[in-house]
């Protein structure tokens, strides 16, 4: 079955970094437009980033952009998500997701899997 593994959480100070990473299995990785959302408990979860099936394309939402980098590398089957100076609003569980044929849009409602997150803390 399809699985998507999120790694690479953990707790870091304001202005930091990180580097997400998500293992994608039991699926045609590269006919996968793949994305990252967030979500605070209790909040609706967000999206954060996607990149297109080709890879070509990539999108970012607005607090995020310049300073998240979605990646993948269709031979390991990983998308990754780099993220620099992070601000302590950008705490949230991280979670990767899959839409076939996608070109990594905004619109969560469009993704087939999903991982189960990955908790992600900035201390101020």
């Known amino acids: 079955q399809v699985q998507l593994v999120e790694s690479g959480g953990g707790l870091v100070q304001a202005g930091g970094s990180l580097r997400l990473s998500c293992a994608a299995s039991?699926?045609?990785?590269?006919?996968?437009?793949m994305a990252w959302f967030r979500q605070v408990l209790g909040k609706d979860r967000e999206f954060v980033a996607g990149?297109?099936?080709?890879?070509?394309?990539?999108s970012y939402a607005d607090y995020v952009k310049g300073r998240f980098t979605i990646s993948r590398d269709n031979a390991l089957n990983t998308v990754a998500l780099q993220m620099n100076s992070l601000k302590p609003e950008d705490t949230a569980v991280y979670y990767c997701?899959?839409?076939?044929w996608g070109a990594g849009v905004q619109y969560e409602n469009r993704y087939q899997f999903w991982g189960q997150g990955t908790q992600v803390t900035v201390s101020s």
């Open positions: 997701a899959a839409d076939l």
């Open positions: 039991g699926l045609i990785f590269s006919r996968y437009g």
């Open positions: 990149i297109s099936f080709v890879g070509s394309s990539t």
